[in-house]
Structure formats: C-alpha cells, structure tokens
C-alpha cells in the first residue's frame, strides 16, 4: 500500500509541476523592431503616416491637413517623402492619398508598407 501511495504522490507532482510550467513554455520572446525597419526609419526624408482616423503625421508629429499642405510644398521640393499608411486603411484610400501626395510635391513621393511576417494559415 505504501508503494501505492509514494507512486500516486510522485504523479501528483510531476503533473501540477508541468502544468505549472505551461506558462513559461507560452511566453514568447519581448517584441523589438526587425533590422529592416529600424534602419528604414533612418533613411532620410520626410516620413508622413495616415492614420486610420484620418490624421496625419509627419515625423511623428501630429499637422492637420491644411498644415501637411503647405510643409509639403516647402519641404517636399528638396526631401524625399516617405507615405506610410495604417495597417487598416483600405486600398482605395491608400491610392487616393498616394496619388494625393504625389500632386502636391515635386519630389518623389515613395509607398512604404510596414512588413509583417506572414504567419501560417490554420
């Protein structure tokens, strides 16, 4: 009866010991900027994002649109212009501010995508 028992015990432990470790086994790695992207955002210019609020911004400060105007026929004439949409904006609207941007400056206007891993289909 005893070894019953000290068998019974020992299975107890190692399964509430693996099942706490479950956690742990979930937890991945702590997110940070891919190589690609953090030397992306280096590259010279003017980065100029839309928002899927309609906002815009323009080296990460906020210029509402009548600003963005402006500050791109001034500087547009000299910089690249980076546009980097929202994940969610839809097509359309993304080729409608693309082909925006484009009528208002000179210089050359570039669509930048932010790249995502594909992930596996289930």
Request: net charge positive; hydrophobic share 45%.
């Amino acid at each position: 009866m005893t070894l019953a028992f000290q068998s019974l015990v020992m299975v107890v432990l190692v399964v509430c010991g693996s099942v706490a470790l479950i956690p742990l086994r979930l937890v991945g790695p702590e997110p940070s900027l891919s190589p690609a992207l953090r030397s992306g955002l280096r590259q010279p210019g003017l980065w100029v994002v839309e928002s899927i609020k309609g906002q815009w911004f323009v080296n990460g400060a906020f210029h509402p649109k009548a600003d963005l105007v402006a500050l791109l026929k001034k500087q547009g004439q000299t910089q690249m212009i980076h546009y980097l949409p929202s994940d969610a904006l839809p097509l359309q609207r993304v080729t409608t501010s693309l082909q925006w941007l484009r009528s208002l400056a000179p210089s050359a206007v570039v669509l930048e995508l932010r790249r995502r891993p594909l992930s596996p289909s289930p």
